[in-house]
T-cell receptor
Framework: DAKTTQPPSMDCAEGRAANLPCNHS???????VYWYRQIHSQGPQYIIH???NNETNEMASLIITEDRKSSTLILPHATLRDTAVYYC?????????????FGKGMKLTVNP | EPEVTQTPSHQVTQMGQEVILRCVPI?????FYWYRQILGQKVEFLVS????????KSEIFDDQFSVERPDGSNFTLKIRSTKLEDSAMYFC????????????FGPGTRLTVT
């Protein structure tokens, strides 16, 4: 089962920042937090990952709390193309296989 | 930008038939995965593959399923005798290494079993 909880849905206005929360209170010290998204029925797309420190790339920023029990994905200027299901995933290397365990995710709708 | 490709995009088959779903992972990647997503449900892990053998498989991946990397570029998923409940989107993914490295997913094959 997924080790994360996310609200089922969120709306955001185009051009505004979208802040997507995730709880992972049982995360262990060597587990990473990953964010993926799935636009319609396409293959999931990697967004960002982190262990302890905040991370930023060209797509988004990831803020992880100091106790690592929750995180927030920030899309700084949401566009209509950011409408998707966003998955927060905690993942651990196990025997050379880092399988991803997807939950239900959170549907982000960006409105014009 | 390199990408994972999958063929066919849509496969329709009759119950009991064998199907082979094909994937071409990114060329320097070493770890390969199959996931599936039944319509309206979560993406589910099926199997991971490294160094020409299965690393891990889920309960879904029973004796009807097999994977192969026949020629160093293709990665295939075979379902020996399809059932109605095998109807789903099947996604292939690959990554260069595990532990903090993103998986790249293909566009998926929609399998419809009638």
């Amino acid at each position: 089962d997924a080790k994360t909880t996310q609200p089922p849905s969120m709306d955001c206005a185009e051009g505004r920042a979208a802040n997507l929360p995730c709880n992972h209170s049982t995360i262990s010290g060597n587990e990473y937090v990953y964010w993926y998204r799935q636009i319609h029925s396409q293959g999931p797309q990697y967004i960002i990952h982190g262990l302890k420190n905040n991370e930023t790339n060209e797509m988004a920023s990831l803020i992880i709390t100091e106790d690592r029990k929750s995180s927030t994905l920030i899309l700084p200027h949401a566009t209509l193309r950011d409408t998707a299901v966003y998955y927060c995933i905690v993942s651990l290397t196990q025997g050379g296989s880092e399988k991803l365990v997807f939950g239900k995710g959170m549907k982000l709708t960006v409105n014009p | 930008e390199p990408e994972v490709t999958q063929t066919p995009s849509h496969q329709v088959t009759q119950m009991g038939q064998e199907v082979i779903l094909r994937c071409v992972p990114i060329s320097n990647h070493l770890y390969f995965y199959w996931y599936r997503q039944i319509l309206g449900q979560k993406v589910e892990f099926l199997v991971s593959f490294y160094n020409n053998e299965i690393s891990e498989k889920s309960e879904i991946f029973d004796d009807q399923f097999s994977v192969e990397r026949p020629d160093g570029s293709n990665f295939t998923l075979k379902i020996r005798s399809t059932k109605l409940e095998d109807s789903a989107m099947y996604f292939c993914a690959s990554t260069f290494r595990t532990a903090a490295y993103e998986q790249y997913f293909g566009p998926g094959t929609r399998l419809t079993v009638t």
